[in-house]
């Protein structure tokens, strides 16, 4: 189910009410069961019948882009029942996205999402684009859940990457995060605060995108030395460039020292 939500959050919601569609009348019709059909995607969700007390209410879906004043591109939506509340976040739908995906220099962790480590710049920046938007929204999921409701977080792709970063920030509530090939979003460090996520990583062997940033940990002494040239040239330019070569061997070399 929470795949079909990462896949639902792609609907273009402002022309095509798709996610309200589903639960506000697939969800309600007792004759069949709710099915997110959307070519080429034609999938039927698990259900189970429920008091009409413990349907799910209205969904809101929210993107930066339809704000006023337009900017970014950041989607979610958000769904609530008498059990528990869902956030699925869309993934890379636009240029907008690539370019987010595409700027991953690492930012400091904010401390409300972990004490240590660092974060993809770009998904970062998109995260809290977001939050300043819907600062409203995001205060009341949290009032929500503290009337004891399971939360439940998912994502595809950018969208994965986007839902770690609310989970982080929801982590005393024990969130449940559902990714489908999500790239790296946090640096080693971070790892250790973030325990309390409950976090089924779906990566296909075959697929690219979980594999970057292509640095498996960027807290590294590279990005340490370099400051903030780490941070603006990335991986590409130490691949790359004949200045970044000795960078690389002598950030092996210490990796196998002390590794």
């Known amino acids: 189910n929470l795949g079909i939500m990462a896949d639902l959050a792609y609907s273009a919601e402002k022309e095509n009410k798709t996610v309200d569609y589903f639960f506000r009348q697939k969800c309600l019709d007792l004759s069949c069961i709710p099915q997110f059909a959307e070519f080429p995607s034609y999938f039927h969700t698990l259900s189970v019948d429920v008091p009409f007390r413990d349907r799910y209410l209205a969904p809101v879906y929210l993107n930066t882009k339809d704000s006023e004043p337009s900017e970014g591109d950041s989607r979610f939506f958000t769904a609530e029942c008498g059990t528990h509340v869902l956030v699925a976040w869309c993934g890379t739908d636009s240029l ?4 987010t995906d595409a700027s991953f220099g690492p930012k400091k962790c904010l401390p409300e999402l972990a004490g240590a480590g660092n ?4 998904f970062l920046e998109a ?11 995001f205060d009341s999921i949290k009032a929500v859940i503290k009337n004891q409701k399971s939360l439940f ?5 950018l969208g994965g990457s986007l839902a770690q970063l609310y ?6 509530n024990h969130p449940v995060l559902y990714t489908y090939g999500m790239p790296r979003t946090f640096t080693r460090a971070a790892m250790p605060f973030l325990d ?22 960027m807290d590294n002494l590279f990005y340490q ?3 903030p040239l780490g941070d603006k040239l990335g991986f590409n330019w130490l691949a790359t460039s004949v200045a970044g070569l000795p ?7 210490m990796e196998l020292k002390t590794g």
């Open 96 to 99: 907008l996205n690539a370019l």
């Open 119 to 122: 974060i993809h710049g770009g």
């Open 127 to 137: 995260y809290e684009l977001a939050k300043r938007k819907f600062k409203d929204e």
């Open 153 to 157: 977080v998912c994502g595809h792709s």
């Open 167 to 172: 989970a982080a920030e929801m982590k005393d």
């Open 196 to 217: 309390s996520i409950t976090h089924y990583r779906h990566v296909n062997d075959n697929d690219t995108v979980p594999q970057v940033p292509l640095e498996t940990d």
């Open 225 to 227: 030395t370099l400051g």
């Open 247 to 253: 960078v690389s061997l002598w950030q092996k070399d």
